[in-house]
């Protein structure tokens, strides 16, 4: 199986800070990386698609980058509500597998 | 728009069987795929397997000599069978469309397996 690496595995910011989580591949995956936000108590929330695509409803402050093996996820200006966990998936291979999670929260 | 339903018991006792079914309202459940991923308290996600509307499935090895899926198309449902549970599979389960990425998902159930 594909192994998902996110760093870091926690993070604290403040309400209008850039914020940057990579996710790393143990083999190329193409563009085949979505992301996914999960608050606590809730299902997680698909952001991205093939590493850049944003999914419909999603704000424009969240962005993703990547190819290969390394991938990023950027929050230009954090908001209250980004507060939460963000997992990288990947779809190149089956099984697809899930990154260990980044959480964000409040510094 | 479409949205999935879990129903299913939050208890079940060590070395007896999983049962859990997803119902899909605001849409068809013919033509898609239909997943089922896990969370243990605390921890990340785990794909299970996935089962298309035409009955065919495919589940991650790590799992496969213990797990079933199904889909009722009549009903609008779907289901997970995972057999012989221990502890390890003591999570929250939710359901959820697609098996390359996962755009709409179930509210989860949490399977708490009891000894």
């Known amino acids: 199986d594909i192994q998902m690496m996110q760093s870091p595995s926690s993070l604290s910011a403040s309400v209008g800070d850039r914020v940057t989580i990579t996710c790393r591949a143990s083999?190329?995956?193409?563009?085949?990386l979505n992301w996914y936000q999960q608050k606590p108590g809730k299902a997680p929330k698909l952001l991205i698609q093939?590493?850049?695509r944003l999914e419909s409803g999603v704000p424009s402050r969240f962005s993703g980058s990547g190819s290969g093996t390394d991938f990023t996820l950027t929050i230009s200006s954090l908001q209250p509500e980004d507060f939460a966990t963000y997992y990288c998936q990947q779809s190149n291979t089956s099984p697809p597998t899930f990154g260990g999670g980044t959480k964000v929260d409040v510094k | 728009q479409v949205q999935v339903q879990q129903s299913g018991p939050g208890l079940v006792k060590s070395s007896e069987t999983l049962s859990l079914t997803c119902t899909v309202s605001?849409?068809?459940?013919?033509?898609?795929?239909w997943s089922w991923i896990r969370q243990p308290a605390g921890k990340g996600l785990e794909w299970i397997g996935r089962?298309?509307?035409?009955?065919?499935?495919k589940y991650n090895a790590s799992l496969k000599s213990r797990v079933t899926m199904s889909v009722d198309t009549s009903t609008n449902q779907f289901s997970l069978s995972l057999s012989s549970v221990t502890a390890a599979d003591t999570a929250v389960y939710y359901c959820a469309t697609g098996d390359a990425a996962f755009d709409i998902w179930g509210q989860g159930t949490m399977v708490t397996v009891s000894s």
């Open positions: 093939v590493a850049s």
């Open positions: 083999q190329s995956i193409s563009i085949y």
């Open positions: 089962v298309y509307s035409s009955g065919t499935t």
């Open positions: 605001g849409g068809f459940i013919s033509n898609w795929y």
